[in-house]
T-cell receptor, first 114, second 111 residues
């Protein structure tokens, strides 16, 4: 089955710790995205990548980092600099020529601070 | 900077009713507009994509319209069912590179 997988489903972070959220897609999409969703809120863009080895900051990139070494993978690291990391994190992908097609979403990772 | 607003934030209606969800955006220079559904604790499912040259799209009981000049879109749901209960999110493509989301409308259909 084609789709987007995110792991883990739940993630706990201790004070001062960096944690990495996984996102993998087998849709052969060039573009991938990371969003953050807070309760009762819409999604806010953290980072996006239109092609391997290239990525751009979104609206709330501070305290986060990403890499795009493979087409199918776009991991997100939540660093200790992110002071309010508790949220629901969603990964998405879309075909090349972004803006012309649908974004497909993964099931999400909920990050909680201990 | 593009801003997307959805009103109302929450809506509760009896089963069988037709209903309309509203979405407004501040910059009419959009590429596409997309409506999504989100169930509690889940990812998003795309419902309808309206390209900038189109005025509406239909899928089953769902119909979405787009009026770029007024910066508005509506999602019409016919003959609502309890299974339609979810949060509905509107998003517009900004600069052909990224989506800007509204905060969503939480819909409850009462049996």
């Amino acid at each position: 089955d084609g789709g987007i997988t995110q792991s883990p489903k739940y993630l706990f972070r201790k004070e001062g710790q960096n944690v990495t959220l996984s996102c993998e897609q087998n849709l052969n999409h060039d573009a991938m995205y990371w969003y953050r969703q807070d309760p009762g809120q819409g999604l806010r863009l953290i980072y996006y990548s239109q092609i391997v080895n290239d990525f751009q900051k979104g609206d709330i990139a501070e305290g986060y980092s990403v890499s795009r070494e493979k087409k199918e993978s776009f991991p997100l690291t939540v660093t200790s600099a992110q002071k309010n990391p508790t949220a629901f994190y969603l990964c998405a992908s879309s075909p090349r020529g972004v803006g012309l097609g649908t974004q497909y979403f993964g099931p999400g990772t909920r990050l909680l601070v201990l | 900077k593009q801003e997307v607003t959805q009103i109302p934030a929450a809506l509760s209606v009896p089963e069988g009713e037709n209903l309309v969800l509203n979405c407004s955006f501040t910059d009419s220079a959009i590429y596409n507009l997309q409506w999504f559904r989100q169930d509690p604790g889940k990812g998003l499912t795309s419902l309808l994509l309206i390209q900038s040259s189109q005025r509406e799209q239909t899928s089953g009981r769902l119909n979405a319209s787009l009026d770029k000049s007024s910066g508005r879109s509506t999602l019409y749901i016919a003959a609502s069912q309890p299974g339609d209960s979810a949060t509905y999110l509107c998003a517009v493509w900004e600069g052909a590179q990224k989506l800007v989301f509204g905060q969503g409308t939480r819909l409850t259909i009462n049996p």
